[in-house]
């Protein structure tokens, strides 16, 4: 059974970090690219990571030179280092395999607050 657990989200102050963490399980983690998405309120789901088989990482412009994307291949992990964090960060972010496919299964999410 395919899963994805996220966790490490919370309220921040703008200019703050927050560390997210995803455990997998259920798929060939090491063979799978990985993505962080996040939907904020009134809007579409986006991408705006991934960390490929191979290592490469992928990000969005909006958060080029803040987020980093990272995995552990031994603990089918990934992770989001997320700095200066801007309130248009606020989201529920998720871990999926990237890309999606269409019948895939989604965590819970974590929810990122940046707010003063």
């Known amino acids: 059974q395919v899963q994805f657990v996220e966790s490490g989200g919370g309220l921040v102050q703008p200019g703050g970090s927050l560390r997210l963490s995803c455990a997998t399980s259920g798929i060939i983690f090491r063979l799978s690219n990985m993505g962080w998405y996040r939907q904020a309120p009134g809007k579409q789901r986006e991408l705006v990571a991934t960390?490929?088989?191979?290592?490469?990482?992928v990000y969005v412009d909006s958060v080029k030179g803040r987020f980093t994307v990272s995995r552990d291949n031994a603990k089918s992990a990934v992770y989001l280092q997320m700095n200066s964090l801007k309130p248009e960060d606020t989201a529920v972010y998720y871990c999926?395999?990237?890309?999606?496919?269409?019948?895939?299964?989604w965590g819970q999410g974590t929810q990122v607050t940046v707010s003063s």
């Open positions: 960390v490929r088989s191979a290592g490469s990482t």
């Open positions: 999926n395999t990237s890309p999606v496919p269409a019948i895939a299964p």
